[in-house]
């Protein structure tokens, strides 16, 4: 069964410092995919990123980055230079191949003060 | 381009009660999936619809039914309803029914059980 775990519930942040919000997966199928989502206030969930099993190449885009490390089932995500407007609930959410669903960790609640 | 819109916004039930829920796919997506998503938790996987047909189910009762159109519009069914049903009920939909393809999701219907 997979699992994806987010073991830090909220993080508080002052303006323009940086956060890393840490996501941990299970699953025993060697093809899967990960995501993260950004769910604001209003309640939607945001798509930001999804990566392949077999691709591990991190990516940059702006002041999102993110690290995948298969060796450690990891796929932290990284806010850099954090602004109010930051202010959400991240959730990072896992598929497998031959599975429709997305399975979703219970998610971090991320606060920039300014 | 209209991205994914649900209805109604908020709705209140009594227990026992019958409620249905209504989802617009994103233009150009043709699969729709549910998630329930209780207050403080992530998104729990109901159901998803491909070509009019469930194609796979989460770990809900029968009381979650629902159904896809030929426009790819789909309806969530609760029958009987519980205090426990009270959540966020979030519609997503996506391309194709291929894990790989990201799911996109709309504002959510609040449902509150009394």
């Known amino acids: 069964a997979q699992k994806v775990t987010q073991a830090q519930t909220e993080i508080s942040v002052v303006e323009k410092e940086d956060v890393t919000l840490d996501c941990v997966y299970e699953?025993?199928?060697?093809?899967?995919?990960l995501f993260w989502y950004k769910q604001p206030p209003s309640g939607e969930l945001v798509f930001l990123i999804r990566r392949n099993s077999f691709d591990e190449q991190n990516e940059i885009s702006g002041r999102y980055s993110w690290n995948f490390q298969k060796s450690t089932s990891s796929f932290n995500f990284t806010i850099t230079a954090s602004q109010v407007v930051d202010s959400a609930v991240y959730f990072c959410a896992l598929s497998e191949a031959d599975d429709y669903k997305l399975s979703f960790g219970a998610g971090t609640t991320v606060t920039v003060r300014a | 381009d209209a991205g994914v819109t649900q209805s109604p916004t908020h709705l209140i039930k009594t227990r026992g009660q019958q409620v249905t829920l209504r989802c617009s796919p994103k233009s150009g997506h043709d699969t729709v999936s549910w998630y329930q998503q209780a207050l403080g938790q992530g998104p729990q996987f109901i159901f998803q619809?491909?070509?009019?047909?469930?194609?796979q189910r989460g770990n809900f009762p029968d009381r979650f039914s629902g159904h896809q159109f030929p426009n790819y519009s789909s309806e969530l069914n609760v029958n009987a309803l519980l205090l426990g049903d009270s959540a966020l009920y979030l519609c997503?939909?996506?391309?194709?029914?291929?894990?790989?393809?990201?799911?996109?999701f709309g504002p959510g219907t609040r449902l509150t059980v009394t």
């Open positions: 619809y491909y070509e009019e047909e469930e194609r």
């Open positions: 997503a939909s996506s391309l194709g029914g291929d894990t790989a393809y990201e799911q996109y």
């Open positions: 699953t025993r199928d060697t093809t899967y995919y």
